[in-house]
Each structure stands twice: as C-alpha cells, then as structure tokens.
C-alpha cells in the first residue's frame, strides 16, 4: 500500500510540474502570439502611408445601396480628388470637373484613411472610409447620410 501511495505521490508531482511547464509555455505563446499581432501595434500612420497618397487621384463612385429619392443603384460618378496634409491631417479636395464640389477632412488610420465632409450649412454628412492597397491605388466607401435616408457609394481610386 505504501509503495502505491509512493507512486501515486509521484505521479502528482510530476502531473504538478507538467502543470507548471504548460502554463509557462501558454504564457509565452500568448506574449509571442501578442507581439506579432499586427493590429495591436501601435504605427504612426502618418510616416507609413503620409508620402503615398498626397497628390491627384481619379476616383470612380457606384452606388452600391440607396433609400434616397433622385439616387439609384449602379449610378457612377467620377471625380478628381487631391489629397494634401495639413499639421498631420488629410485636407482632400474634390473636383467635379473643373468646379471644386466640396472639402473633406479626415485623419490616417491603422487601415487607411477616415474622410469627414459635414457642410455647417447643411443638415448633409458625407464619410469616406478608404483603404491604401499600393502607392497608386485605393478602394473603399462613401456613406452621405440625410435626415431620412442613406446612400452609400463604392469607390476606387487610381492616382493621376
């Protein structure tokens, strides 16, 4: 009896001791597994994606969704925007043709760039969420929100 209880003694140590080797392990997988996750870091936006987008790009717009009256799905507008930075912000401007048809401000983010255009003098919010793929292309989307309806544009974006 007493040389199972020896046994059984060590078999408890050593399951204990295995114990302890997995938790390590797990703790170090999980600071590894924490340090490569790609969006837990925190990257200046601005120095990575800064250069690549400040100039003129051609952007083509299709409406994707709508529940406003005068815009229907498959409608495309095309425009040229040129995208500036001001103190670390986006300053886009956008031309349709050669008449500037309004200004958006945004910021970089961990995915792109966040665009906002809200006329003061309108009840009109325009959101553009773009993401960069490469030095000469983007894509994304562009919400205009009115008091009663939504219509949201899909875009894409090739630098001139």
């Known amino acids: ?15 204990l001791l295995w114990e302890q080797q997995l938790t390590q392990r797990e703790v170090f997988l999980e600071e590894r ?3 490569l996750d790609s969006t837990k870091r ?18 083509q717009m299709q409406c994707v969704e709508t529940s406003c009256e ?13 995208f500036s930075t001001e103190n670390n912000a ?4 956008a031309y349709a043709g050669k008449n500037l048809s309004r200004i958006y401000n945004g910021s970089y983010t961990r995915s792109g760039l ?7 003098h309108s009840s009109t919010t325009m959101e553009v969420t773009l993401r960069i793929l ?24 090739g630098r001139l």
């Open 90 to 93: 986006i300053v886009v401007k």
């Open 42 to 59: 925190e990257i200046d936006s601005v120095v990575v994606h800064g250069p690549s987008v400040v100039g003129k790009w051609q952007v």
């Open 33 to 35: 597994e924490r340090r």
């Open 114 to 120: 966040q665009l906002i255009d809200q006329n003061s």
């Open 134 to 157: 490469n030095e000469g292309k983007m894509d994304g989307i562009r919400e205009i929100k009115l008091p009663n309806c939504k219509t949201t544009y899909s875009i894409t974006a």
């Open 70 to 82: 005068g815009s229907a799905i498959g409608d495309v507008k095309n425009e040229q925007w040129e």
């Open 1 to 15: 009896m007493k040389e199972k209880e020896g046994a059984l003694n060590n078999k408890q140590k050593e399951l």
